[in-house]
């Protein structure tokens, strides 16, 4: 449908859609669509400039895709054509704030799929007997920082193999930028672009009747609010200037509502024809200077996430403009109302986790945060694009931002600043250099921290940097508080030889459920198991025999525990390790009957210390294991799984550590005073746990089955 059927459309007498009041040609495009019409194209990708409308348009069609808001709509009385089937509601991922991985998550879980990357997930719907309908919206929003540029992957990664899967019926609302690239994907006659900006789906009517319906909105006692034929005048004036931005129109319109003084429909210039001059005309009419206005605004055109916290404005604004704006701010507020909206996630406590981080509420900014944002996306393009220097601005902010954090104690700070800082120094290209701070680490939220790490190339990051990168799957998958997170990369921190990291994480007040004592990066071990040397065996062991690649490593050997008080010596705790056949330094297991083990399904052991870093040239078979007693009077217990496991106190069976591990788990033990050894497929990792043991509520006692299957080691299975 042409924007010339527009006007037969109007004249037929059919009610206009009430969200959108126009639109006709889109609607009719988008039904065909909907209902399959022959020669309608299976892709749909909706564009236009910001403010064009795009975001209103899709919302107003969706409405006629679900049966609970078809209801509500007067369907007898609107255009038949524009009106598709009353069929089951398409899936509607939303991409705002989300990454391509999650986004790709939520149509994994829609859907009940099983596949977790994009071509085993569009394998699955295209399996499937019948089409599939998916519609994703706001594509321009995706991501948790700005600047890492998710829009460009989530078509990338999400709605290309979408678009490429017959069997998916696709509408996306995508950025004019990134069209070109989701249209060359698909063969011509199964996508079309429709892009709001070109004529052939201009709606003069529409925004017209949308001018009319904002201004009715106004003060009764304003002539062009209540009279209908000033209304009407005023109106058309307004969109004629507005050239079709439906964004340039409404600030119009709250700007003359807010001074309604010299508005005259036969001035032309004295009506905004882009959101730019709708900010400058505003400023004006309000006797201030549009710069002022523009600095005023630029720490919200700069936010990240829900919005800013007003309590961090003013301190920012300074730092954009490089002087003190607080008499601005103070006397200017009707100045950027119009442009001004609170946030409707300001009541989320971002900081919810951190209670259960040892965080009091006195520490935290929840409870009466309030968070403000712009209007729309487009003015906070058009402000950024006023800038001489965005780097610069952002470095100003950054700085400003990490003055606001009480004595540089990130558990004090307010959440935005943990959670959005890495956002702002990746726009102003110093990332890198804030990436040395565990603290922060462990404090930021996982998500928008991984976001902004992935966007700097790999021989830009320093080590700490790499280690959280490495980590931060972990930490988005278990959404685990802040505490957790810090145990976590405690021991990834060990795991990758940055030892003072992982002690800096111990000042920082976090209840941490453990100590890394040691970590080996080594692959293959089937089985570990805790044990002891005897003294005479334990005086003897070298601490510095052979590692598996060949070099040795010194023993840091600690006490074992109070020893005996005669002074004589103590046995030496140890772990082993049942490895393939031929890792350096190992020795192969003997079998029952003395020999070596000929089919090699026993393989070979190596005997590690098991309190400090450092293997032990040491027979195993003089390892000697925890007796059966000493295992039952143990204060801890665990329980493995694949992926994870538990250790919890046997007196009243609280859980008291959860260890998470990215790669299968393939061997654990925990020996009688806490010393828990784990081995995955990338190395084994020794954490001794600091929890206090529980006092018994009833006498401790063996019942049953062993309490935990604890990997098999030279003794066969034990608890």
């Known amino acids: 449908m042409s924007a010339s059927e527009e006007g037969i459309a109007g004249a037929s007498g059919y009610a206009p859609h009430p969200y959108i009041g126009g639109r006709t040609s889109v609607l009719r495009a988008l039904a065909a669509w909907r209902m399959r019409w022959p020669g309608a194209p299976r892709v749909i990708v909706l564009t236009g400039s910001p403010g064009s409308g795009r975001s209103r348009l899709l919302t107003g069609f969706l409405m006629l895709c679900d049966p609970r808001f078809r209801k509500q709509l007067p369907l007898d009385a609107m255009d038949p054509a524009t009106v598709p089937p009353d069929l089951p509601a398409p899936a509607v991922?939303?991409?705002?704030?989300?990454?391509?991985?999650?986004?790709?998550?939520?149509?994994?879980?829609?859907?009940?799929?099983?596949?977790?990357?994009?071509?085993?997930?569009?394998?699955?719907?295209?399996?499937?007997?019948?089409?599939?309908?998916?519609?994703?919206?706001?594509?321009?929003?995706?991501?948790?920082?700005?600047?890492?540029?998710?829009?460009?992957?989530?078509?990338?990664?999400?709605?290309?193999?979408?678009?490429?899967?017959?069997?998916?019926?696709?509408?996306?609302?995508?950025?004019?930028?990134?069209?070109?690239?989701?249209?060359?994907?698909?063969?011509?006659?199964?996508?079309?672009?429709?892009?709001?900006?070109?004529?052939?789906w201009a709606d003069p009517d529409g925004l017209v009747r949308h001018a009319e319906a904002a201004l009715s909105l106004g003060p009764p006692e304003l002539p062009f609010c209540t009279d209908p034929s000033a209304r009407r005048a005023l109106a058309e004036a307004l969109a004629e200037r507005a050239n079709g931005n439906r964004l340039t129109l409404q600030l119009a319109v709250q700007s003359l509502v807010t001074r309604p003084e010299g508005v005259d429909?036969?001035?032309?210039?004295?009506?905004?024809?882009?959101?730019?001059?709708?900010?400058?005309?505003?400023?004006?009419?309000?006797?201030?200077?549009?710069?002022?206005?523009?600095?005023?605004?630029?720490?919200?055109?700069?936010?990240?996430?829900?919005?800013?916290?007003?309590?961090?404005?003013?301190?920012?604004?300074?730092?954009?403009?490089?002087?003190?704006?607080?008499?601005?701010?103070?006397?200017?507020?009707?100045?950027?109302?119009?442009?001004?909206?609170?946030?409707?996630?300001?009541?989320?406590?971002?900081?919810?986790?951190?209670?259960?981080?040892?965080?009091?509420?006195?520490?935290?900014?929840?409870?009466?945060?309030?968070?403000?944002?712009?209007?729309?996306?487009?003015?906070?393009?058009?402000?950024?694009?006023?800038?001489?220097?965005v780097p610069g601005a952002q470095t100003r902010i950054a700085m400003a931002l990490l003055?606001?954090?009480?004595?540089?104690?990130?558990?004090?700070?307010?959440?935005?600043?943990?959670?959005?800082?890495?956002?702002?120094?990746?726009?102003?290209?110093?990332?890198?250099?804030?990436?040395?701070?565990?603290?922060?680490?462990?404090?930021?939220?996982?998500?928008?921290?991984?976001?902004?790490?992935?966007?700097?190339?790999?021989?830009?990051?320093?080590?700490?940097?790499?280690?959280?990168?490495?980590?931060?799957?972990?930490?988005?998958?278990?959404?685990?508080?802040?505490?957790?997170?810090?145990?976590?990369?405690?021991?990834?921190?060990?795991?990758?030889?940055?030892?003072?990291?992982?002690?800096?994480?111990?000042?920082?007040g976090f209840p941490l459920p453990w100590r890394t004592l040691w970590s080996v990066p080594l692959t293959g071990v089937r089985a570990v198991t805790t044990g002891a040397l005897p003294p005479a065996d334990a005086d003897g062991a070298s601490a510095a025999a052979a590692a598996p690649d060949g070099t040795t490593a010194a023993a840091e050997t600690g006490g074992v525990g109070p020893g005996p008080t005669s002074g004589a010596p103590a046995s030496r705790p140890v772990a082993t390790f049942i490895v393939p056949e031929g890792t350096p330094g190992s020795r192969t297991v003997p079998g029952p009957d003395g020999d070596a083990s000929a089919d090699g399904a026993t393989g070979a052991l190596l005997v590690h210390d098991l309190l400090g870093p450092g293997y032990v040239d040491a027979d195993p078979a003089r390892v000697r294991p925890p007796s059966e007693e000493a295992r039952a009077a143990a204060p801890f217990a665990f329980t493995p799984r694949p992926d994870s496991l538990q250790v919890w106190a046997r007196a009243n069976r609280e859980v008291v550590a959860t260890v998470v591990s990215d790669t299968p788990i393939t061997g654990a033990d925990l020996s009688p005073d806490g010393v828990l050894v784990v081995a995955t497929e990338r190395g084994v990792t020794a954490r001794q746990i600091l929890a206090a043991p529980a006092a018994p509520t009833v006498p401790a006692q063996r019942t049953g089955g062993a309490d935990s299957a604890a990997s098999d080691g030279l003794e066969g299975t034990h608890s």
């Open 403 to 508: 003055d606001a954090v009480p004595q540089q104690d990130w558990s004090r700070a307010d959440p935005y600043i943990r959670d959005h800082l890495a956002a702002h120094t990746l726009d102003a290209g110093l990332l890198p250099q804030l990436l040395t701070d565990p603290g922060l680490f462990a404090h930021a939220d996982p998500v928008a921290m991984r976001a902004a790490i992935e966007a700097v190339p790999l021989d830009r990051l320093g080590a700490p940097a790499r280690t959280y990168l490495r980590t931060a799957p972990l930490l988005t998958r278990s959404q685990a508080p802040a505490s957790l997170r810090a145990a976590f990369l405690e021991s990834a921190f060990v795991e990758d030889g940055l030892a003072p990291y992982a002690e800096a994480l111990h000042r920082l």
């Open 93 to 200: 991922p939303s991409p705002e704030g989300r990454t391509a991985a999650q986004l790709l998550g939520l149509l994994a879980d829609h859907f009940e799929l099983g596949a977790a990357r994009s071509e085993d997930i569009c394998t699955e719907l295209a399996a499937r007997g019948e089409p599939v309908t998916i519609v994703v919206p706001d594509v321009d929003r995706a991501g948790p920082v700005r600047a890492a540029d998710e829009p460009a992957r989530v078509v990338r990664d999400v709605l290309k193999p979408l678009a490429a899967t017959t069997t998916v019926q696709l509408l996306a609302e995508v950025p004019r930028g990134l069209t070109a690239e989701l249209a060359a994907a698909l063969p011509s006659g199964q996508v079309r672009i429709i892009d709001l900006d070109d004529p052939e």
């Open 265 to 389: 429909p036969a001035d032309p210039p004295m009506l905004p024809g882009s959101v730019g001059e709708a900010l400058d005309l505003h400023a004006r009419r309000l006797g201030a200077d549009p710069q002022t206005l523009r600095l005023m605004l630029a720490p919200l055109a700069f936010a990240e996430g829900a919005g800013l916290p007003v309590q961090l404005w003013g301190a920012l604004a300074d730092a954009v403009a490089e002087r003190d704006m607080s008499r601005d701010l103070a006397d200017g507020m009707p100045l950027a109302t119009p442009f001004l909206q609170p946030s409707g996630a300001a009541a989320r406590d971002e900081a919810s986790d951190e209670k259960t981080a040892g965080v009091t509420d006195g520490d935290t900014a929840g409870g009466g945060r309030t968070l403000l944002r712009l209007l729309h996306p487009g003015i906070a393009e058009e402000i950024r694009a006023g800038l001489p220097d």
